[in-house]
């Protein structure tokens, strides 16, 4: 029998119910039986179907991803080249909120919660300063030594990342890592610029 479960799951399951500005953060703690979107809505059944699971031997984690920033894969390599051509900019107003986490750090949560027994049910695993669309685009910038002016219009959004990317870039959560950051676990990329640089600049010394 299994002594853990771990389920990857995403913070879209806090739904645009969590996206305006004026939201608090959301947390673990949230409510999110009912919260709206399509991420939320296929995340809440993912992490339902992971119930069976649990058993009074078996934890089970859902670990709730933000952003993870790579130039290996997912939105920050379909970013990268607009980027180094000069053709990044904010995407829509640039207020909504981003919560990323660097590679290195998402995989050093993974090891985190194996290792740590207390931690079960959702885990946020995102950096603990969520920064806006704006911030991250000049994060981007500051990095890679660009110019960072020309609006990202939405269209290119829908057509480089569907109905998943439309409501990651042009929504946004303000997620925050409660769970892990009360069970000792310390980020080494806190801000957008560190995990952008390790993005960018450390991968490519791996």
């Not at 389920?7 to 949230?30: L, R, T």
């Not at 709730?64 to 107003?93: C, D, H, Q």
């Not at 931690?119 to 660009?146: D, H, I, Q, W, Y």
Request: net charge neutral; with cysteine.
């Amino acid at each position: 029998t299994p002594t853990i479960f771990l389920c990857a799951s995403g913070i879209g399951v806090y739904g645009d119910d969590f996206m305006e500005n004026g939201k608090d953060p959301s947390d673990e703690s949230a409510d999110v039986s009912s919260t709206n979107g399509f991420l939320a809505e296929v995340s809440r059944q993912w992490e339902a179907a992971t119930s069976k699971a649990s058993t009074s031997s078996t934890r089970v984690v859902n670990l709730r991803f933000g952003v993870i920033l790579s130039t290996v894969g997912g939105a920050l390599a379909k970013l990268y080249p607009i980027f180094f051509v000069g053709g990044g900019g904010n995407v829509g107003s640039g207020s909504q909120y981003f919560s990323f986490i660097s590679a290195r750090d998402a995989a050093r949560a993974i090891v985190h919660t194996l290792d740590t027994k207390s931690l079960s049910g959702p885990v946020n695993v995102c950096a603990p300063v969520p920064c806006t669309n704006a911030e991250f685009t000049s994060a981007m910038g500051k990095v890679m030594g660009r110019p960072t002016i020309l609006p990202f219009p939405s269209f290119a959004v829908d057509l480089l990342f569907g109905e998943m990317g439309n409501e990651m870039l042009l929504g946004g959560v303000r997620a925050v890592p409660t769970k892990l950051l009360k069970t000792g676990f310390k980020f080494q990329h806190e801000t957008v610029v560190e995990a952008v640089k390790s993005a960018i600049v450390e991968e490519k010394n791996i």
